[in-house]
């Protein structure tokens, strides 16, 4: 897009602007929109004097954020120079985008820089086309979406997946301390399967009355595609016609008939519910017996089970290919949320038996 015809378009209610010079907004975009459009807005949470508590806000917005949502910029209250003010805003974005994505370089990644005047409330808006850029654009014009939910949702839809998990954990009762790295590994097993060419996923719709009846779709991990970028993904119209299960488009799933009043909310948006099976059914190009090993402990073992649920929510365009809305979307989300798991107080859970639930809600402001 040329500089000349660049805008910011706004699609969630007015930003709201406080006379709290210390406030920072994280702004929220997501690959299936056009650049630099913001669909929504997070306070920063963790902050003091020096600024944001970058890794407890990471952990927080990984927490609060679904899949398919990114921060795209930051939004910063203050009556300094705006366009040092907007520098400061893009490299808080930048340093949260980092540590959400696991890498320690964004490239070629515009990053909108926001200053908001603590006392008209106008907001200026300036543009970072790359890392190493140390130039800022200012642009304008910027746009307000006259029905913002209808902008995110007459063509969206969401992506859920629950799964339970009992993880066995067996470790020396004279070595407790040796339960967290055990523990450790058990999860990074965990995420090491959802990537199994064997691996099974069960998509279908969700229970909801309609004469629409559509039959589940089965996907194997060795019909998933981990190397595409979401940003690249090749989004399908309704006129492409595929008879592969794996480019099957999320629309494939939705109702096909709603009323206008149904199309412009989260509460009304067509639910996909994906489940993750592990293949006992394949036919075996050999046929052998099963085999058992015995590994006897040397020491007293205890074994402790680890009783939890994991419960992801994602956004997605109906455009999506299937195959890419699990491998891109669903199976991230499941391992953001492992890894939360690998962080929990283990001299807890030695003494504890507790059932751990984490419950992923679309943040809407």
């Not at 339960?179 to 099974?200: G, L, T, Y």
């Not at 649920?309 to 455009?319: D, S, T």
Request: glycine share 4%.
């Amino acid at each position: 897009m040329e500089k000349n015809t660049r805008s910011i378009r706004i699609e969630c209610p007015k930003l709201l602007i406080t006379r709290n010079e210390s406030d920072l907004q994280w702004l929220i975009g997501s690959p299936f929109f056009p650049p630099l459009t913001i669909i929504s807005t997070f306070r920063c949470i963790h902050s003091n004097s020096s600024g944001p508590d970058f890794p407890k806000e990471s952990e927080e917005i990984r927490t609060l954020l679904l899949k398919g949502f990114d921060v795209i910029g930051a939004l910063i209250v203050g009556k300094s120079d705006p366009e040092k003010a907007a520098a400061r805003a893009v490299e808080a974005a930048r340093k949260l985008k980092k540590l959400l994505t696991g890498t320690t370089k964004l490239e070629n990644e515009e990053t909108i820089g926001a200053v908001a005047d603590p006392d008209t409330g106008d907001i200026r808006f300036f543009l970072s086309e790359t890392e190493s850029s140390t130039n800022f654009e200012f642009v304008n014009p910027v746009s307000y979406g006259d029905n913002p939910e209808k902008f995110v949702w007459e063509s969206g839809c969401l992506l859920l997946c629950q799964l339970p998990i009992k993880l066995p954990v067996c470790y020396p009762a004279n070595k407790p301390s040796d339960a967290e790295s055990i523990f450790s590994r058990a999860i990074e097993a965990v995420i090491a399967k959802f990537k199994d060419p064997n691996v099974v996923y069960l998509v279908k719709a969700s229970n909801r009355a309609s004469l629409d009846v559509v039959q589940p779709v089965i996907l194997r991990g060795s019909e998933l595609d981990f190397d595409a970028a979401v940003a690249n993904i090749e989004l399908l119209d309704e006129a492409a016609q595929n008879s592969e299960k794996k480019l099957l488009r999320c629309a494939h799933f939705c109702l096909k008939s709603k009323s206008t009043s149904q199309l412009l909310s989260a509460e009304n948006a067509d639910i996909i519910q994906i489940s993750v099976l592990l293949n006992r059914s394949e036919k075996s190009p050999k046929c052998s017996a099963p085999a058992v090993e015995y590994f006897p402990a040397m020491d007293e073992t205890r074994l402790l089970i680890v009783d939890f649920k994991l419960e992801v929510l994602c956004y997605a365009v109906q455009g999506i290919p299937l195959m890419h809305a699990i491998s891109k979307l669903i199976i991230p989300g499941l391992i953001d949320q492992l890894i939360s798991m690998k962080k929990m107080d283990l001299p807890y859970l030695l003494t504890q038996h507790p059932e751990v639930t984490f419950y992923i809600s679309l943040v809407w402001s």
